[in-house]
């Protein structure tokens, strides 16, 4: 598992740093002063959470994990234009690079 975030005080405390460890995670954070590391991720969290969850309870873990899998794998790669990509999906602009 990736836990992506900014430099914030509470994200680089020695507490919540063992924490991560002591469960596996991996910490991803953007450097210093460069808010472009994380706008990919931002981008997609904000988009996840507008198109499908925020209107949405889910009754159990695994419900919410099937219904974001059915958002990425069903919509989000297959169908979703991304203005950084062109207007293209992510399959269809992988599938264009491929044949370059």
């Not at 991720?41 to 899998?69: C, G, H, N, Q």
């Not at 919509?75 to 979703?80: D, G, H, L």
């Amino acid at each position: 598992m990736l836990h992506h975030s900014d430099q914030g005080s509470q994200y680089t405390s020695e507490a919540f740093q063992r924490l991560m460890v002591d469960h596996g995670v991996t910490c991803s954070m953007s450097r210093s002063g460069n808010v472009w590391d994380n706008a990919a991720m931002e981008s997609f969290f904000s988009s996840l959470k507008t198109e499908r969850t925020a209107r949405r309870t889910y009754r159990t873990r695994d419900e919410a994990r099937a219904d974001v899998f059915d958002y990425i794998e069903r919509f989000y790669n297959p169908a979703r234009r991304h203005s950084t990509l062109g207007y293209l999906s992510p399959v269809e602009f992988e599938n264009r690079a491929q044949l370059a």
